[in-house]
């Protein structure tokens, strides 16, 4: 049998060989990376962190990093929620404010959204655009949010007033917020994307601030 005859018979044998040896070797490896990627898969952490965003141009700006030994998830989601309630129903600017009221009106409900109507009418001796002026803004700063049961909180706020060819003016209230999540299948996909958890706020009262830190009424 001549050489080119034995490597017809051995050739094909060889290269099986060497076939199973590159395949033994590739499932080594893969149970190898397996076993990296359980390994380090519980040191992957998650960045939370809080943003500012300018309810005029809708720029969002990072303030700071929440520590993973800060609050708990739902406490995060309730003063996240609260924030946006008090910012919305405190603050004053033309654009958009019809937008704006009508979404806090959808997140209020009994003695809340009754004094926010009434806040609203034209009757009222509140009425922001009165007390306000032409050209008025007035921004909300949230300080703090402290909760005394589950589902009522105490928000610190600061109103800054501008007015033009006015000094600007700041003060502090309180606001004592009562609250509760009532989901409602009947609302429309964009309802369900402004509130999906269905926060509403029952009662609502806001204090000026007293200067050792109480509040009045």
């Known amino acids: 049998m001549s050489d080119f005859d034995i490597d017809l018979v051995t050739g094909p044998r060889r290269s ?5 040896l590159v395949a033994g070797c ?8 397996a076993i990296v990627l359980v390994v380090l898969l519980p040191l992957r952490s998650t960045e939370v962190f809080t943003v500012l965003v300018d309810s005029t141009t809708g ?8 520590q993973p030994t800060g609050i708990e998830d739902a406490e995060a989601m309730k003063q996240a929620l609260l924030v946006a309630y008090v910012n919305d129903r405190e603050s004053y600017f033309r654009a958009g404010i019809q937008e704006r009221l009508e979404s806090v009106r959808r997140r209020s409900a009994g003695q809340a959204r009754r004094t926010l109507v009434e806040l ?3 009757d009222s001796e509140s009425y922001p655009p009165r007390v306000y002026g032409p050209g008025a803004q007035v921004d909300v700063e949230v300080r703090s949010i402290t909760f005394f049961e589950p589902e009522v909180a105490r928000v610190r706020f600061t109103k800054i007033l501008q007015r033009p060819n006015r000094d600007t003016v700041r003060q502090s209230f309180v606001a004592t917020v009562e609250f509760d999540f009532r989901p409602r299948q009947e609302r429309s996909l964009e309802r369900v994307w402004e509130n999906p958890l269905g926060f509403e706020v029952t009662s609502y009262r806001v204090d000026a601030e007293t200067l050792n830190g109480g509040s009045n009424g």
């Open 120 to 122: 609203w009418s034209e």
């Open 16 to 20: 099986a060989r060497i076939a199973w």
């Open 26 to 33: 590739s499932v080594i490896v893969s149970v190898l990376l």
């Open 59 to 66: 720029a969002a700006e990072r303030i700071y990093q929440v």
